[in-house]
């Protein structure tokens, strides 16, 4: 199949409502522009191709990606991000395959790009998984149906957790145009939970701001609930926090003072008892750790507007805080840079 034959299958696959050619070009690489959750289109050059048996010893383990040969390098194209994406539609429904192409602009030797047998028949079966291979690049498989998902994790540059992918997909299904619409907003919603998680845990160096504790027992929490209304999911939203201090804070058992990042504990709190009890009461630092970069820092305005939108500091906090709560205007995604 010519590879102009195989870019119009793709376009066919996922949706001529999602997904736009701008230039052809031989489809190495086509230029199109992808429609994301947020109604926003964003460009690609797709270097496009399909995938077939490995060759090398290996298959009935991997399939490969067809690519033109020699002389043929990944295309940089201004204004527009590099991928490969492959078609794989052996033995049953389509499956496609996608990499962020950046690093192998202008390599002109034959290239490669293998993707795991076992995985592709789970991303026909779940509707997606990914695979990091030998040099350590990303590939991703998934159906047609969820390329804007993909591409929207180029956009945010985090990938939605698989796990909480595949209850989404399981829940709602990919058989109606609803469903899979569904399934798009709700990946996108992942995939920027996990860049937020991704920016705030660089930014403490993976330690718990309010203990220290770190070994991947650690999380980002919003200091403004993502739940509350423009809850930007920046940096200086965000905190760092082992699961049980993430536990305390969400439930209103910890309290932060907005101008000096001062951890208070409820007195329901302080009255417990027992061994593992007291140890986690002395862990807890008197004040937030700070984290790497003074840019970084979590915002005043964030507390006081999770106090308003908690209506109010708890009873407990220091008498000074209690009242002449001012008004604060909160930040939106539009008008904070990413760090």
Known sequence: MKRTETLAKLVALVGADVVKVIDERKAWPAIVSVQIADETWHDFALHVGTLGLSYRGRDDRERRFQNPGKKNPVVDVPGTKPVIVGI??????????????????????RQSLFAPLGL???????????????????????????????????????APEVERLDDV????????????????????????????????LAAYNGRCAMCGLNF??????????????????????????????????????????HDTLHVHLSPALLAITGDASESFLKSTRTSLMPPASAVMNPSPAMF????????????????????????????????????
């Open 88 to 109: 794989w539609d052996e033995g049953g429904p389509p499956v496609l395959v996608a990499m962020d192409a950046a690093a192998r602009i202008g390599r002109e030797t």
């Open 120 to 158: 592709l028949i789970e991303a026909r079966e779940h509707g997606w998984r990914e695979h990091v291979n030998e040099h350590g690049e990303h590939i991703f498989m998934f159906v047609p149906a969820l390329l804007p998902t993909y591409a929207e994790t180029l956009v945010v540059g985090a």
């Open 169 to 200: 997909i399981e829940t709602a299904g990919l058989e109606t145009p609803a469903a899979r619409e569904r399934v798009r907003i709700v990946g996108s919603r992942l995939s920027r939970d996990a860049r937020f998680r991704k920016h705030v």
């Open 216 to 257: 991947n027992f650690v999380e980002a929490a919003h200091i403004l609930p993502a739940t509350a209304p423009a809850s930007p999911d920046h940096v200086t939203n965000g905190l760092a926090l082992c699961r049980n201090h993430h536990v305390a804070f969400d439930s209103g058992h910890i309290w932060v003072a």
């Open 304 to 339: 006081q507007s999770r106090d308003q939108h908690l209506s109010g500091p708890p009873p407990w906090a220091p008498a000074e805080y209690i009242v002449g709560l001012p008004e604060q205007d909160t930040d939106t995604d539009e008008d904070l840079d990413e760090p």
